[in-house]
């Protein structure tokens, strides 16, 4: 029997041939918010390697959303045709293609990861040429040192519902199969569930129905102009350092599922500046699978594992035992491009890898395993060649992942 990760999955109306997913990862290269070849040259390397749904960067919905003047967008429609050029690329590989569309809220406009991560002035110079006024539901800020945001007036909440569905419309004018909504890491959707960010006396404030009724008015609204044939994802933090519960998240997910959400991407963390630090004692390989399997198991929707999946046979074994539908990988990816091929052979299926590559790769490694070792590795390759044994130290370099 195949291995379940090289088994095709179906999701409403689209095929995936494997279930091996690139994480949403910003790579801090966008220019005024646009895609340029730096986009293409790094999501083409994830498909001509094999992976089965590649995920576009957190792209945001409005430019005050931006965490960085580096973000991706998706509010104009200028946009789309760049983007759809990538798409089509991804597309002519095999894989199948993913957006997520977010927004930072008060966790925006902040200088890059190297930078220090921390707030930006908003400086000609330094934005990304909008305006780009720190908001949020409430005029609470994200941590002490950190400016206040804005509380969102009524008004502006359900233009912001509209922001999400006007751009899912554009994914789909690009030509993507997936959109995911990001409501986790503590931004913008994640700020609204959050009793700690969220402080309004509003319908949108309160009530756990009332903090849920952003997420859920986003995923509506992005339903309602969303194919019905193609398949919507959630990025959740199934549990946050301030108090939000995976009861929360399940709860959260069976409304979702209700408004036609088909998988919950199930992350965790990002409420506050001390959760990636804390991150860091607490990582330990699939530290997040338990999350995607109560969320399957508790509101009956298909999920996506992340977070330190590293091995082929640990991937497998997550979806063998049924915690998750998908396996997302985003730095081991980072790190091998070309991980599905690797997972196959190891999984003693080499030949379906070298079928997803271009036949000018896959043609030549496919003879070679002929020749070489009959298509596994021996065991002294596997030692010198296995590109999970530098993990560790990867595990301790986790800081800031978010
Ligand atoms: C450089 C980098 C950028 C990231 N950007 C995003 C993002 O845009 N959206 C998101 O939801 N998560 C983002 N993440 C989190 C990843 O999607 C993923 O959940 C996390 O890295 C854990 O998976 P891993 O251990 O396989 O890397 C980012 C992580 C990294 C390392």
């Given at each position: 029997m195949d291995p379940l990760l090289f088994t095709p999955l179906e999701l409403r109306g689209l095929r995936l041939r494997n279930r091996i997913v690139l994480s949403p990862m910003l790579t801090y290269s966008a220019e005024r918010g646009f895609v340029n070849d730096f986009h293409l040259m790094h999501l083409g390397k994830f498909a001509v390697g094999g992976t089965g749904l590649v995920f576009f960067e957190s792209t945001k919905v409005d430019p005050r959303g931006c965490t960085t003047a580096r973000d991706l967008g998706l509010w104009k429609d200028e946009f789309v045709a760049p983007m759809a050029r990538i798409v089509a690329f991804l597309k002519a590989h095999g894989a199948a293609t993913a957006i997520q569309l977010g927004h930072s809220g008060r966790k925006a406009r902040s200088t890059l990861p190297w930078e220090g991560r921390v707030p930006s002035p908003d400086l000609p110079g330094v934005d990304h040429g909008e305006e780009w006024e720190l908001v949020g539901p409430s005029a609470v800020p994200h941590a002490d040192g950190f400016p206040v945001p804005r509380e969102l007036t009524r008004a502006e909440v359900k233009d912001l519902v509209e922001a999400w569905g006007k751009a899912a419309e554009r994914a789909n004018r690009a030509g993507f199969d997936v959109v995911e909504i990001h409501g986790a890491h503590g931004y913008l959707i994640h700020q609204f569930l959050s009793e700690h960010a969220n402080r309004r006396t509003?319908?949108?404030?309160?009530?756990f129905a009332n903090r849920m009724r952003f997420a859920l008015e986003i995923a509506e609204r992005v339903r309602a102009s969303w194919p019905a044939e193609k398949p919507l994802f959630f990025r959740a933090s199934a549990v946050d350092e301030e108090g939000w519960r995976i009861e929360d998240s399940i709860a959260l997910a069976r409304e979702l599922k209700a408004r036609g959400v088909d998988v919950i991407d199930c992350s965790s963390g990002g409420m506050t500046a001390r959760s990636a630090v804390e991150s860091v004692r607490t990582l330990r390989y699939g530290y997040q699978v338990e999350y995607a399997a109560a969320i399957r198991e508790g509101a009956g929707i298909a999920t996506m594992a992340v977070g330190l999946i590293i091995h082929a046979d640990q991937a497998e074994q997550i979806l063998r035992t049924g915690q998750a539908d998908l396996v997302a990988l985003g730095r081991e990816l980072l790190h091998n491009p070309n991980w599905p091929v690797d997972a196959a052979e190891k999984l003693g299926v080499g030949r379906l890898g070298y079928g997803q590559l271009p036949r000018s790769y896959g043609y030549w490694l496919e003879k070679r395993a002929g020749t070489n070792y009959g298509g596994r590795p021996s065991t002294w390759q596997v030692g010198i060649g296995d590109t999970a044994s530098a993990a560790p130290a990867r595990i301790a370099a986790s800081e800031g992942l978010r």
């Open positions: 509003d319908e949108y404030g309160g009530s």
